[in-house]
């Protein structure tokens, strides 16, 4: 059994892999930022650029940073039934062989036409 690369202690097969495949949908602002945390580990861009508001939407992703695991600190909003949400949350990577970094980040998402879609974060 594989564990899922976000941090939730689940399977990944129970977690994040059915809403990636496009089986399951992300209910809350927090599973859908934990899945794209896991798009961003596997590479997959189809996903994030799915996942993003048009309004903010890049044309293609960088994946070149290898993210080494996530804590998700708080949320506000973001559960079923809201309009909008945010996730605070730090990510490890790692970047060439050697050097560890963090990233902290507030990130905005919105609930629009049945899905959570991210707007845009605020990175500290
Ligand atoms: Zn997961």
Same mark, same amino acid.
């Given at each position: 059994? +594989? ?13 994040? =892999?059915?809403?990636? =495949?496009?089986? *399951? ?7 859908? +930022? ?7 580990? =596997? ?15 890049? *044309? ?42 963090? +990233? ?19 990175? *500290?």
């Amino acid at each position: 059994m +594989m564990l899922c690369p976000c941090g939730s202690e689940r399977p990944f097969g129970e977690c994040c =892999r059915p809403i990636l =495949r496009g089986e *399951a949908r992300a209910e809350t602002a927090e599973q859908l +930022m934990r899945s794209r945390y896991t798009a961003n580990v =596997r590479r997959d861009e189809g996903y994030l650029l799915a996942t993003w508001h048009r309004s903010t939407r890049p *044309a293609r992703v960088d994946l070149m940073t290898e993210w080494r695991g996530l804590e998700v600190l708080s949320t506000e909003r973001g559960r079923k039934g809201d309009p909008n949400g945010t996730v605070t949350f730090v990510a490890h990577y790692a970047t060439g062989t050697v050097a560890i970094g963090t +990233m902290r980040e507030t990130s905005r998402f919105v609930f629009e036409d049945g899905m959570w879609l991210y707007v845009d974060g605020d990175v *500290a």
